[in-house]
């Protein structure tokens, strides 16, 4: 029978959700809970698929920041396991839980416990619409990055592969770092789609996939 996988790079969807679906309220964990098992759904039609078809979601992500940190500033300390973004993390791990056929992994948030200077702010500060003594809290965030998410990304593709669990993979994800694991899927004869959500990707890219597949509405 014909099976496919649908793996989700949380961070990269997340990030695309408020630009697809400005309309949609970005911050109800179940509404983006529900888009997202939508979106599988639709990638089984485009596919000439049945429902039946769909081994399983997979739904990477990193467990919000919970940790008191001085703002850079102000010297004002902040919890951020209270704050409005680690609440809506936790409540969407909590119901992707829920989900029939998604499986949540998580990786690790590696933070340094220091602050970074915003791109935005980086930008102003170049092009002299900010000036240094300017500076407040909010041109800065916590610098950290996620650990681990794209070493169980390329995992399950070897696992599914390997194992003949299923003969297409649909991966939503925006950077290269699925290359290697897209090379030895298709290698093994597994159909490699990848899901931009419309974003632009690099040329060469192309040749490292057999399809190029977004099903989510297109932004202006």
């Known amino acids: 029978m014909q099976r496919t996988a649908i793996l989700v790079d949380g961070a990269f969807f997340l990030a695309r959700y408020r630009k697809v679906w400005g309309e949609r309220d970005a ?7 529900k888009t997202l098992f939508g979106m599988a759904l639709e990638h089984l039609k485009a596919l000439d698929r049945p429902r039946e078809a769909l081994y399983r979601i997979f739904f990477y992500d990193c467990p919000p ?27 969407l791990h909590d119901q992707l839980r829920r989900q029939r056929k998604l499986a949540l992994r998580l990786g690790r948030l590696a933070d340094r416990g220091e602050w970074k200077l915003k791109f935005a702010a980086y ?11 300017d500076l407040g809290d909010e041109h800065f965030e916590p610098d950290m990055r996620q650990t681990q998410v794209d070493m169980k990304i390329g995992i399950d593709i070897a696992a599914l592969t390997y ?28 159909d490699f789609i990848l899901d931009p959500m419309w974003q632009g990707i690099a040329p060469d890219l192309h040749e490292h996939i057999d399809g190029l597949q977004s099903v ?5």
């Open 123 to 133: 930008q102003q500060l170049r092009d002299g619409t900010l000036s240094w003594e």
């Open 65 to 91: 920041l919970e940790k008191v940190l001085v703002r850079p500033v102000s010297g004002e300390a902040v919890d951020f396991s209270r704050t409005g973004a680690a609440a809506f993390r936790r409540d």
């Open 163 to 190: 194992k003949r669990l299923v003969d297409q993979i649909v991966l939503v994800a925006g950077d290269a770092d699925f290359i290697p694991a897209a090379k030895l899927a298709r290698y093994e004869g597994i």
């Open 27 to 33: 911050n109800d964990a179940r509404t983006v809970a």
């Open 216 to 220: 989510c509405p297109r932004p202006f």
